[in-house]
């Protein structure tokens, strides 16, 4: 092999081989398993979290009243908490958890998403405090038209 | 996926949208075909990990989602990629504005 195409190589070589790393920081769906599958929110932030012990302040969560449409349900949420992570929760479909962020130095805790909502029920927001206590907010939200059969 | 990425004040919002069925397992039984939704997004800023979340089912149908982050600068390059529960994954990129 020549010498160039040989180098050439090596260097992409390395590069595949960092990728994988750098792109996933915590999986939490292959860590915690269990919390993805719990039935309530208390159990869900239990499995993630160890505890289900909440303090309720500090995150502000912002979702409509009234949800005209399940199948995407707006949901934001801020927080000045110096945090590890934050994970969002609902008692609306089957199963409680929707997401989890990790977060790191970079991060600023404000966030909005869409969610499916099959029926009427409570938003949870928990924030992973670095002091190790967790924060949270919620909010009960209508559902019109539930939306998992999207 | 489509990525917006602005820089202001010093923190960058970015809005996203990946473009997946997202179908839950109720959906799937019902039209007899295997459940499938995005599993896993991250995105990356000059290698440095600026957004990581692991998702379930219920998010909408193509979600749609914002987040912000510090330590970027203008003509930075955001890298976005999802993996779904069947191994698929994408990654797009966008040039912070």
Known sequence: MERRKFLGFGI???????????????DYRKTKPDAWTAHTVEDAIAKL???????????TLTAPDVAANGGAVPVDFQSDIAAKSVAVFQNANPESAVCVFTLNENS???????????QSGTITIVVEGRDGKLYSAKKAINVALGGCEG | ME?????KDGIVS?????KHPMLTYDVAKKQGVEANFITHINATVNN????????????????IFKFSFKGAAVGDTITMTWVDLLGNTETSDSVIK
């Open chain 2, 14 to 18: 970015v809005k996203a949208m990946a």
């Open chain 1, 49 to 59: 979290y160890g505890t289900s012990k909440t303090i309720e302040q500090g995150v």
């Open chain 2, 48 to 63: 440095k990990v600026v957004l990581d979340m692991s998702t379930s089912q219920f998010l909408s149908k193509n979600p």
């Open chain 1, 108 to 118: 600023v805790i404000d966030y909005s998403i869409k969610m499916k909502m099959k």
């Open chain 1, 12 to 26: 992409f070589a390395a590069a595949a081989a960092f990728v994988p790393a750098s792109l996933i920081a915590e």
């Open chain 2, 3 to 7: 990525i917006k990425a602005k820089l």
